[in-house]
Structure formats: structure tokens, C-alpha cells
């Protein structure tokens, strides 16, 4: 009998003043360049005082690991990251690093803030990305066809990352995306619709591998011929002969996160910006 042999695990603390979005985005995409270990990720927010700096040192140092804990710390108090470090675990403080090598570049010291990483620092940016996040919505899944203000749309059979996606640019980058479905009746007639392919010039195709397409149809609904393996196959295939007959961009959302598909969609189409 083969003993099954059981990863080895590693716990990783993503300790910030605000949301920690940024400590966990930094540290994500650190970890995933590591295979073989299992990595237990764990986000400790808003630790703006003595208190829960505390509680989050007790955290890091009774947490059980194979390994020394990963502790991402963008904490701006000085005061505050000791206290977090004392419970323990390989310390990580990218930005305050980073931050001193600027300081010495600039010839002035920064003007530390709780949370401005994510702050409204320009109120006209903040409300393009809201414009655009309610866009998204009033256009997701062909709800609208009135495509005139959209800055880029996005197409694919039902499930297949459009929405998710089109939320991602418009959060981050302001940009309008719509999508649309590409349906049953596109499928058979093998075209898409008038009022969409007036605007190819900000068409862009999403594709998925038909096995994993059926399995995530079949966490929606199960058992249903929506999720059927030859139904997905043939979806697939279809739309990818409609991309190639009407020379429209795509690439496969199957292994790609959302952060590298709205990379990729940017750069093909002309649009990488960023608001802030």
C-alpha cells in the first residue's frame, strides 16, 4: 500500500492599518511562485492601535506551521510593526523598505497615513470608476445593447468569466465594459447581432476549456443539460469559430486569473491606463 504523502503547510498573515487588500495582493502574488507547499492565508485588518497589534502578534504566534510564518506587515506606525513582529514569523515589510530607499531618492520624508493607500486622494477618479461600475452592471450579459459609451465589450458563452471581469476593469481601471452572451441562436446561425458587431473595434472573445466550463455550470445547476460535457464542447467550439470568421480577439480564461485576463484585454485593445 502507498502512504499518501500529505503537503506541508505554511501560514501566511497579511497585517495592514486598512483593508489589507494591498499586503494580500503583494503577498499573493509572492506565494504563487512556490509549488509543493500548501499556504493557509490569513488577512488581519485595520490594526490602527496598540491593542490589536497585540492580538495580532498572539495570532502569528500560536498558529501552528510547518514552517516559520510568512507576516506581510504594511503597517505605517513604526511602533505598531514591532509590536506585530514580536509574535513571531519571518518578517515582511515590502513597503516600508521600499518607502525609506524613496525617502533618500526624494530628499524628504514621506507624510505617513492610516489607510491612504486606498483612499479617495482624487474624487474626480473615484467617481469615473463608480460611473463605470454602474455601466458594467446596466450592461452585464446583453441587459443593454446600447454600446455607444463602452469603452471596450467583452463576449462568451454563459459562465465563462465575462462579468466578473467587466466588474475587475471598471473597479480598478474606470474603464466601461459591457458583455455580452453569446447565445443559443448566435450559436446555430453563427453570427452575432447587428447592434453588436457595429462595434467590433471593442469586441473581445472570452474562451474556457469545456470540461471546466461543465463543472463550473454544474455547481449553478446540476444535472441539467446546461452543464452537460457535449453541450460545453460544442459551445466552445462554435464560439471560437465565430471569433476566428469574424477576426475578433480572445484567449482562455481557463488557468488565467482575472488580474492578468484585464492585463491582456488592455493591452491588445489600446487601453492600459489606470485611473490611480
Known amino acids: 500500500m502507498i502512504k499518501k504523502m500529505n503537503k506541508k503547510t505554511?501560514?501566511?498573515?497579511?497585517?495592514?492599518?486598512?483593508?489589507?487588500?494591498?499586503?494580500?495582493?503583494?503577498?499573493?502574488?509572492?506565494?504563487?511562485?512556490?509549488?509543493?507547499?500548501?499556504?493557509?492565508?490569513?488577512?488581519?485588518?485595520?490594526?490602527?492601535?496598540?491593542?490589536?497589534?497585540?492580538?495580532?502578534?498572539?495570532?502569528?504566534?500560536?498558529?501552528?506551521?510547518?514552517?516559520?510564518?510568512?507576516?506581510?506587515?504594511?503597517?505605517?506606525?513604526?511602533?505598531?510593526?514591532?509590536?506585530?513582529?514580536?509574535?513571531?514569523?519571518?518578517?515582511?515589510?515590502p513597503f516600508n523598505r521600499l518607502l525609506r530607499r524613496i525617502e533618500r531618492n526624494l530628499g524628504i520624508e514621506r507624510d505617513p497615513g492610516v489607510g491612504r493607500a486606498h483612499g479617495i486622494s482624487d474624487k474626480n477618479n473615484y467617481d469615473a470608476r463608480m460611473e463605470a461600475t454602474n455601466f458594467a452592471l446596466s450592461h452585464d450579459d446583453g441587459v443593454s445593447l446600447n454600446y455607444a459609451q463602452a469603452d471596450l465589450i467583452l463576449l462568451g458563452v454563459s459562465r465563462s468569466g465575462k462579468t466578473p471581469t467587466c466588474l475587475y476593469l471598471a473597479l480598478h481601471y474606470g474603464l466601461k465594459a459591457a458583455n455580452y452572451p453569446i447565445t443559443d441562436d448566435d450559436l446555430e446561425f453563427m453570427r452575432l447581432p447587428k447592434e453588436v458587431m457595429e462595434h467590433k473595434n471593442k469586441l473581445f472573445g472570452l474562451t474556457i476549456d469545456p470540461f471546466r466550463l461543465s463543472q463550473i455550470r454544474s455547481e449553478r445547476r446540476p444535472n441539467s443539460r446546461y452543464a452537460e460535457l457535449r453541450k460545453c464542447q460544442t459551445e466552445v467550439s462554435d464560439a471560437e469559430s465565430i471569433y476566428h470568421r469574424n477576426q475578433i480577439q480572445f484567449l482562455s480564461t481557463t488557468h488565467t486569473s482575472i488580474e492578468e485576463i484585464s492585463g491582456k484585454i488592455m493591452v491588445e485593445l489600446g487601453l492600459n491606463r489606470r485611473l490611480y
Do not use: W
Open 10 to 93: 505554511c501560514t501566511v498573515f497579511y497585517v495592514s492599518d486598512g483593508t489589507g487588500i494591498t499586503a494580500e495582493t503583494v503577498g499573493h502574488s509572492l506565494i504563487t511562485q512556490f509549488t509543493g507547499i500548501e499556504f493557509n492565508e490569513t488577512r488581519i485588518p485595520f490594526v490602527d492601535s496598540v491593542e490589536k497589534a497585540e492580538l495580532a502578534a498572539q495570532m502569528i504566534a500560536n498558529t501552528p506551521s510547518d514552517f516559520q510564518p510568512l507576516v506581510i506587515n504594511t503597517v505605517v506606525d513604526e511602533s505598531l510593526r514591532k509590536i506585530i513582529h514580536s509574535g513571531g514569523g519571518l518578517k515582511l515589510d
